[in-house]
């Protein structure tokens, strides 16, 4: 219909300049001399001309108002997403979380062109605290510029940390699923008339939602940060009762046994007491220096498995006395695996190396790392006494006190399997495979990995039951 109505007026604009040029040559002639029915025509031509300029002048101009206000909301939409984009990274991707939440909160002023942006935090018994904040310069209350600290939940709860004048004009609340905790809300000054529509309070929820999901990344890593420790107490304390309380037991029966017999005159006797406790004491400080060794050394985040193996074989040759050859091949020492698997690969070798330090009694080790396919395979190899075989059970939960299940658990944590090879008097070599693909805890090993960990695994147990058979794949 209004398209009609735009060609009426075009038609009728047409008929009246028609009609007047039609008329001027009759009837104006007779009223108006010329030159003045001509000037009425003119007159009149620019009357309809003007009129429609002037309104088409005023549609472009509407329309290209328009164009530039949909325009702007569109780029400041589009930053509005880029902001969520990289927010959404920063969380998924865990980093800092610290830093993503202060990010986030800077991105909550800056988007919405507001004076401050506060996040505060519900207590657990009804108080708020403030977390983070992002302010222009004399909009919070106090001479910090973010201050901490506990208030009294009030209605306006938030408005305290803001200095008279200015007010929370929106909020949004934080939350991880169903559970509320705290608020992001924005504070302009008093005075500002400002009206947040729709879509700037769905991008402050946006926003809220992302805090919320920071805060639990937040919480998860303080939480693997106490289990890590407390994993590493338990392990200490482990290897402090199987090796360290055990010495000194022993070296408390000894030195009960050398003061009965020196009591009794068993000279020759009491000596040779003495000896064993010095022997057992030079094995308390070997263990002790190791402890130190793998608590001071752990798996260097930035560099590669292959160059923290080598750094610690010198470190252990050094410790131990024995003779280590490290070889890692090139593609090796290249391949990519993930700081999980790399992690686990690092403490199996140093845990093999601890058993061979301990029990082997060898006098050379050999650590070979190459890539076989898709599986970084690490070899580790003594001349010691090895082991009978036979001692074992199949089941690992029966295998004695080598920390070889440890071993196995970590291997299979990262989609990996481990092989012990020995016999009495042949020396050890344990064998372990990790995919190099999706090889950390919660992904899938990479294609025909299971199906070569159970094959290992069947070798493993084959090579327990028999120890011919285990000297015989080892050559």
Not at 364 to 381: F, Q, T
Not at 455 to 463: F, G, K, P, V
Request: glycine share 8%.
């Amino acid at each position: 219909m209004y398209r009609r109505r735009r060609w009426f007026v075009v038609i009728a604009a047409v008929l009246l300049v028609g009609t007047v040029e039609a008329l001027s040559d009759t009837v104006f002639d007779a009223i108006l001399p010329f030159p003045f029915h001509a000037l009425l025509v003119v007159a009149v031509v620019t009357a309809v001309v003007g009129t429609g300029a002037s309104y088409a002048f005023r549609r472009i101009d509407r329309l290209t108002r328009d164009l530039r206000e949909r325009n702007a909301a569109l780029e400041s939409r589009n930053a509005i997403l880029r902001a969520l984009y990289d927010v959404s990274l920063a969380v998924s991707g865990q980093a800092d979380p610290e830093q993503t939440i202060t990010s986030i909160v800077d991105h909550a002023r800056l988007l919405l062109g507001a004076d401050a942006a506060l996040l505060v935090l519900d207590g657990p018994a009804g108080e708020v605290s403030l977390r983070a904040v992002s302010a222009a310069p004399g909009v919070l209350a106090g001479e910090e510029p973010a201050p901490a600290g506990v208030v009294p939940r009030e209605e306006d709860g938030i408005d305290c940390y803001l200095r008279p004048g200015y007010g929370i004009l929106i909020s949004a609340p934080v939350g991880h699923g169903e559970k509320r905790i705290g608020t992001l809300g924005l504070a302009l000054a008093s005075g500002v008339r400002r009206h947040f529509d729709e879509s700037e309070a769905e991008t402050l929820s946006a926003l809220a939602t992302q805090v919320g999901l920071a805060l639990e990344v937040a919480r998860l890593q303080s939480e693997l940060k106490v289990l890590a420790v407390q994993e590493e107490r338990e392990r200490i304390a482990r290897d402090m009762h199987d090796g360290l309380a055990q010495v000194l037991a022993y070296v408390n029966t000894k030195s009960q046994a050398v003061e009965e017999m020196l009591a009794h005159g068993h000279a020759a006797e009491a000596r040779r007491q003495l000896a064993e406790l010095a022997a057992a004491a030079r094995s308390v400080y070997v263990d002790v220096r190791e402890a130190i060794l793998n608590l001071s050394t752990p798996m260097p985040q930035d560099r590669g498995v292959a160059a923290a193996l080598e750094e610690y074989a010198a470190m252990y040759a050094e410790s131990s006395k024995l003779a280590v050859h490290f070889h890692a091949d090139p593609a090796a020492a290249r391949a990519p695996l993930p700081a999980a698997a790399a992690s686990e690969v690092f403490s199996i070798a140093r845990e093999a190396l601890t058993n061979v330090r301990k029990h082997a009694r060898a006098h050379r080790v050999n650590l070979d790392l190459s890539l076989e396919g898709r599986e970084l395979v690490l070899r580790i190899e003594d001349d010691g006494l090895g082991f009978d075989a036979e001692l074992f059970a199949v089941g690992p939960e029966r295998w004695p006190h080598f920390g070889l299940a440890g071993m196995r658990e970590r291997a299979e944590s990262v989609g990996g399997s481990v092989v012990w090879r020995s016999g009495a008097g042949t020396g050890t070599r344990v064998e372990l495979h990790v995919p190099t693909g999706s090889s950390s805890p919660g992904h899938p090993p990479v294609a025909g990995a299971s199906s070569a960990a159970a094959e290992r695994s069947t070798s493993q147990h084959q090579a327990v039951r028999s120890p011919a058979a285990a000297v015989g794949e080892a050559d």
